[in-house]
């Protein structure tokens, strides 16, 4: 066992009012009194630390650890390097030869950056591989885009009906046209067509993390779309990669699954609720994403001279019923309800649901908006009235992402 004394340091200890540390003590791991007495054979080591800064880690409040660790694997389709159809396509081809069978994936193209203007589609993606599948991740992490492979593994067809939560892409003919729009649609395709992870596989994939966490500072995370009861169990993968050597606590938000029915899934057991990985909350989806177009916003986006969309005003993927059935359970098993919204169509809904509610948590909100891109200020006045104040979960990856 080691002690450790740092010391010419200036320390903030994590809360406002308290004065900064000049100097600490560190033993196996844990901050103790500078002046209690070490047990026989601990080694004491002092570091001048020479008037260097020390913070708390960073806390990330909004993740998806599993979605990071797929980048690792995949082809970045995004600027400089990724600026057309063509560069995107030789992204792909670069990665397929690093990763000579399985699925060629990539992430991050964006339509209104490309040369083209355009998403690409299942013919472009053809021209990367017409016999290994090809999956590439919009820039939202919403909606996808497939190869004519990858639909023929999913048995999707003209005749294939849209899913609950998402649509197709379909040509003028009706026939699909690799666009998968919004989760539903990226759900489906993956539960029909992708290979399942295997346990090992996946704690395997959440280890190559540990450099990225610890380069940037952050000890506290959360997955915000993990489906509980799948195969692996998120609860048992994330507290075994931990115990594998991740230094990071894991705050898990479940994928509601239970439709109108408040009993509609398990109820959360006490030891899931406790520890460094736990259980945090239930997670809903009330519509897309702003460049998607996806978001649902009370006036219709705006488009380019001749350009058709599916959706003008953006889609509502949540039912009043679903939402009070998901904050019913959410509220009996003391979590938090997180819910994905972006457009302000889609805020008003929300708060006209919870216009009677009352919270039921004391040290945390009992509602979290995540992303809120398009909020009002009569909405913000009237969150302000309301007895339960939703918090905010914003990131700055959208309005770079996210502006045009």
Known sequence: MSRIHYKNLCAFPGRTGEPFLTEFTVEDGMFIADD??????????????RGAFVMPAFIDAHAHPDGLAMTMGAAACTPPTVRSI?????????MAAKNPEGWIEGWGYDESLLAEGR????????????????????????SAVVNSKALEMAGIDRNTPDPEGGAFGRDANG???????????????????????????????????????????????????VMRGSDPEPLTLYREACRRGLPVDFNLYAVW??????????DLRADELRGPVRYAGIKLFADGSISGKTAAVRNPYKTA?????????????????????????ARRNGVQLSIHIMGDRSIDAVLDWLSDVDP???????????HASLLRPDQLERIDQMRLKPAFTTQIIFPFAEWR
């Open 36 to 49: 209690s007495p070490a047990p026989d054979g601990t080694e004491i080591v002092t570091i001048d630390m």
């Open 86 to 94: 063509p560069e995107l396509q030789s992204a792909l081809r670069k």
């Open 119 to 142: 998403t690409p589609l299942k013919g472009d993606l053809d021209q990367v591989s017409a016999d290994r599948p090809v999956f590439i991740r919009r820039s939202d992490y919403h």
């Open 175 to 225: 026939e699909p046209d690799g666009r998968l729009i919004e989760l539903g649609a990226v759900r489906f395709l993956e539960a029909h067509a992708k290979p399942a992870k295997t346990f090992e596989s996946a704690v395997e994939s959440l280890l190559k993390l540990k450099d990225h966490y610890l380069s940037h500072g952050i000890l506290t995370t959360t997955n915000m779309m």
């Open 257 to 266: 699954q239970g439709g109108e029915d408040s009993s509609g899934m398990p």
């Open 305 to 329: 001279e001749g350009e058709k969309l599916d959706y003008p005003c953006g889609m509502m993927t949540l039912e009043e019923p679903v939402f009070l059935a998901a904050l019913s359970y």
């Open 360 to 370: 039921w948590l004391a040290d945390v909100p009992s509602v979290r908006l995540e």
